[in-house]
């Protein structure tokens, strides 16, 4: 981070009703990168305790079982508690915090809305919604995103498409890269000593693939032996019927389902792997999605199978790290995944010159500095700002 930028004692509190406090967005990346800059930074969010972490204190809520609950009770555990900590600046990442975030900024407090996501598109794609209602909550996710453009003292977009919904003097993209640091904090196993080990890690639906990752690897073209290693869960509240209907398929018999880990098991399990799985269906807000797990992927140093979507083509060939294929054809992503099986030297290649991509291209530290200077920017009562896209 640039000098100019390592200051300040103010007190900043994120605060987020669906994510966990160790998010990699929220926590390693956003949150660790402002309290190395000098910031006091408190996480409000749904954890088992609160504790202090990196420099970082996370404010436990109880944790919602249900979206209702989340969207209830959990909201005004997190309302009281972010207003309890009595923050310089608030951080929110969700659409449900917009409306507190609105309340704050008429008391006279500088407010940050993290757009995570393109929220009319993404409303489209949410399966637990009935059909019928979503074009109506889509068009009233638009109205709410432009609230938050015009009331919010500032907006933080993770990728360039998500900002243009926002005024761009108040707009900073900050997208998800990986830390540096991070890609070598584990030491990786040796490329030529690992099994025959796929990954995917994340949220498994349907929409991000999980149907045909399991078919594909069902398929008497890939190896025998090879496995398909899962962290992760059946959506943030369970989706019983999707996991019978994989759990009772053929290929689950070849899948190590591990469920949710954290951070350094993720890294761990990355490094200890051959292959990194990103089959997204071509649903509209996946199409210039930018997410985590891709760039975590090549600063793991392992190829990868994606979806062919042009922006990851762009990134994926354009860097020489990975294969895309169509991700709703089966065959097609087992014949990609046992080429690369078959030939660990092409394998091991791609995932350096992915490793390469993220130090040269995709880290985080620009990102960091982009966040930093929105902070800047507030504290010092200058909220215009120049977007700049990478």
């Keep these: 981070m640039t000098d100019a930028m390592t200051h300040k004692a103010l007190k900043v509190c994120h605060v987020t009703t669906v994510h966990d406090p160790l998010d990699d967005r929220i926590f390693y990346r956003e949150c660790v990168t402002l309290a190395e800059a000098g910031y006091r930074v408190v996480i409000v969010a749904p954890a088992a305790s609160s504790e202090v ?39 929110v990442h969700d659409p449900e915090l917009l409306p507190f975030g609105f309340v704050l900024r008429l008391f006279g407090k500088q407010v940050i809305y993290d757009a995570h996501e393109d929220l009319p598109d993404d409303v489209m794609a949410k399966d637990w919604i009935p059909g019928w209602l979503r074009a109506p909550v889509a068009v009233l996710m638009g109205l709410l995103t432009r609230l938050s453009g015009e009331i919010c003292s500032g907006i933080v977009a993770a990728n360039p498409r998500i900002a243009r919904r926002f005024p761009v003097f108040k707009t900073a993209i900050v997208q998800n890269f990986p830390r540096i640091s991070a890609a070598t904090s584990v030491a990786a196993e040796d490329y030529a000593d690992r099994p025959q080990t796929l990954v995917y890690v994340g949220s498994i639906t349907r929409i991000r693939g999980i149907i045909q990752m399991i078919d594909a690897l069902a398929r008497p073209v890939v190896p025998r032996d090879a496995r398909l290693v899962i962290a992760g869960s059946f959506g943030t509240y369970g989706d019983p019927e999707l996991e019978q209907s994989v759990r009772s398929s053929t290929g689950w018999q070849r899948v190590d389902f591990l469920g949710w880990r954290s951070h350094t098991d993720v890294r761990a399990l990355l490094q200890s792997a051959r292959v990194g799985l990103l089959l997204f269906h071509p649903e509209k807000p996946h199409i210039e999605a930018q997410p985590t797990k891709l760039f975590e992927y090549m600063s793991a140093g392992i190829p990868i199978v994606a979806s062919d979507f042009p922006l990851w083509r762009e990134i994926l060939e354009g860097a020489g790290c990975g294969l895309v294929v169509d991700p709703l054809d089966c065959d097609a992503i087992a014949r990609a995944i046992a080429s690369l099986l078959a030939d660990p030297q092409r394998a091991e ?12 291209r995709y880290g985080w530290e620009p990102q960091g500095d982009r966040l930093l200077g929105l902070y800047a920017r507030l504290e010092s009562g200058d909220g215009r700002l120049a977007v700049s896209h990478v």
């Design 349 to 360: 290649e791609m995932g350096r010159r992915g490793q390469q991509a993220v130090r040269s």
């Design 53 to 91: 972490r990196a420099g970082v204190s996370l404010r436990a809520i109880p944790r919602p079982s249900r979206r209702m609950q989340r969207m209830t009770s959990t909201l005004w555990s997190a309302c009281r508690a972010a207003v309890d900590e009595n923050a310089d600046l608030y951080h």
